[in-house]
């Protein structure tokens, strides 16, 4: 049990990140948080690596998504906290105490936006931060991540891909 955890990577998405595909679709486009999470689960798979993939619009559970994360000792976490990155200090404080490679993604660019969202608390306690390539973000944070965790492609995989 506890190899599978090493195997496995925590996607977590904050406030509002289930409106994918109908809030704002000139800024965050079209694809759901249903593509999102296959986008991950199948990019984690090319790694040897699962995907386990969380949304919650409430900062409390995401700090213990996190808490959780140390207990059952995954490998990585792929977070998008949304506007949280932008105002909580529990989150980084979090990410800080339980010391498991972290790669900050945004669907926007949010240094093309409001100065408000400029500062992201999250993004101090991530080695990384991707933002402004949609929700292909996501697969970039978890090629990074399985470069950063030593993770390598799963040769299997990649010829199911080719075929």
């Known amino acids: 049990m506890a190899d599978d955890a090493h195997k496995t990577i925590y996607v977590l998405n904050g406030p509002n990140l289930n409106l994918l595909g109908t809030r704002e679709p000139e800024t965050y486009g079209h694809a759901t948080l249903a593509d999102v999470e296959r ?80 500062h992201s608390f999250t993004a101090k306690a991530a080695f990384a931060s991707i933002c402004g390539f949609g929700i292909d973000g996501y697969r970039l944070a978890i090629t990074g991540l399985a470069a950063k965790i030593g993770a390598t492609t799963d040769p299997n995989t990649d010829i199911k891909a080719q075929a």
């Open 39 to 118: 986008l991950c689960v199948e990019t984690a798979s090319r790694f040897g690596l699962s995907a386990d993939c969380r949304q919650s619009n409430h900062e409390g559970v995401l700090v213990d998504f996190i808490h959780e994360a140390r207990s059952k000792a995954v490998a990585g976490i792929i977070l998008n906290a949304g506007a949280y990155s932008h105002t909580s200090i529990a989150l980084h404080d979090a990410l800080m105490g339980v010391k498991i490679p972290t790669v900050e993604v945004h669907i926007s660019n949010i240094h093309a936006r409001e100065s408000f969202r400029h």
